[in-house]
């Protein structure tokens, strides 16, 4: 566990309330502000649930200023280790992607996915928190492949056209590690020509969460998801932890617990 003296904690959930909690937040965010459809009971108990769930460890922001426990998260990720995949109902994302590269390698790898941060927080550290709680995972799990899906809001890629081009003409995964967007929902992500991209629209337009794997050495698959029932884009990033660059592979490590 990471603590922050201030305010916040940083936790692997260890109960079905603090999970529920996580889901909460999800729902909040997924649901109400970008429009997804809840996967099963969501609009029932104001939780975003899904069948992978029980699969995956919990990643948990906790404001403790907040002192209702049933929404005092504000920040969640969650991950699932490749062993944990082969032993239950696989990975989230072969649902998006032909993950047939990352499963070859036979690496050590975790799956990050449903990344969300009440909307109060975004221009804090709480991404930064999030991802040194990762950090703190990898290191003890010693992964070397992180990946998962991350988003664009809504489902027209022109809209991104310049962001989702920069990713594949600047970021695309090599060959070895380099997934496939899923055929019925893939479209492509080389929308305008690499000399007619104007990297300050391009930057713009990408996620914050999708900038934070890029600057960790992250590449993006071929192709993007269209992910009608939950309204987004869906790229999936791969990151090999050995790339991460020393400075901010230092910036993560801070604040490790022992």
Aim: hydrophobic fraction near 40%; include cysteine.
């Amino acid at each position: 566990m990471i603590v922050n003296t201030s305010h916040f904690v940083l936790k692997l959930a260890e109960t079905e309330q603090e999970r529920a909690a996580a889901q909460r937040l999800r729902y909040r965010v997924f649901v109400e502000e970008m429009g997804a459809r809840p996967a099963f009971d969501g609009d029932v108990a104001n939780r975003e649930v899904d069948a992978f769930d029980p699969y995956f460890d919990h990643l948990l922001l906790i404001d403790t200023r907040i002192e209702d426990s049933e929404n005092n998260v504000v920040g969640a990720y969650r991950m699932m280790r490749s062993e944990t995949a082969a032993q239950g109902q696989g990975f989230y994302g072969a649902q998006e992607y032909d993950l047939g590269p990352i499963i070859r390698s036979e690496r050590a790898a975790v799956e990050l996915g449903r990344s969300c941060i009440d909307p109060a927080y975004r221009n804090g550290i709480a991404l930064h928190l999030l991802w040194q709680g990762v950090a703190d995972y990898v290191l003890r799990n010693r992964i070397e492949l992180l990946f998962g899906v991350a988003s664009f809001a809504g489902t027209d890629p022109h809209d991104y056209a310049q962001g989702l081009s920069y990713l594949h003409h600047k970021h695309l995964a090599p060959p070895s590690l380099r997934v496939r967007a899923r055929e019925a929902c893939c479209v492509g992500m080389d929308i305008v020509a690499a000399g007619d991209i104007d990297p300050l629209v391009a930057v713009r337009q990408i996620p914050a969460l999708i900038k934070s794997y890029i600057r960790l050495g992250g590449w993006v698959g071929q192709g993007a998801y269209v992910d009608r029932d939950f309204n987004t884009i869906d790229v999936c990033l791969v990151l090999d932890q050995q790339r991460i660059p020393a400075k901010q592979r230092a910036q993560l490590l801070r604040g490790r617990a022992a």
